[in-house]
Nanobody, 121 residues
Framework: QVQLVESGGGLVQAGGSLRLSCAAS????????MGWFRQAPGKEREFVAA????????FYANSVKGRFTISRDNAKNTVYLQMNSLKPEDTAVYYC??????????????WGQGTQVTVSS
């Protein structure tokens, strides 16, 4: 099993930046692809970004492309989401996940508890 804990969320002004971290415990973290998803009130959980198990490939939702960067440090068992040029519509609970590389929630087996990101205008 893999346990995931997100951190780094908070309140930020529009145009600002945040860096989310997801710390993993358990065995074989580096064998999993990692993804970030987000969920706003009243909406379904949506894909944000994903990275392969070796970090060689990434892809992003169109809504965040060019603003967000996903990365991982397998030596630290940590995945990151650097968020720049934040917009109020980015406000959501952000979740990290481990599993098979993809953009669907069904591809991921393990989930963190979420961290709140609020962007004010």
């Amino acid at each position: 099993q893999v346990q995931l804990v997100e951190s780094g969320g908070g309140l930020v002004q529009a145009g600002g930046s945040l860096r989310l971290s997801c710390a993993a415990s358990g065995r074989a973290f580096s064998n999993y692809a990692m993804g970030w998803f987000r969920q706003a009130p009243g909406k379904e959980r949506e894909f944000v970004a994903a990275i392969t198990w070796r970090g060689s490939s990434t892809f992003y939702a169109n809504s965040v492309k060019g603003r967000f960067t996903i990365s991982r440090d397998n030596a630290k068992n940590t995945v990151y989401l650097q968020m720049n040029s934040l917009k109020p519509e980015d406000t959501a609970v952000y979740y990290c996940a481990a599993g098979l590389y993809g953009s669907s929630t069904s591809h991921y087996d393990y989930w963190g508890q979420g961290t709140q990101v609020t962007v004010s205008s």
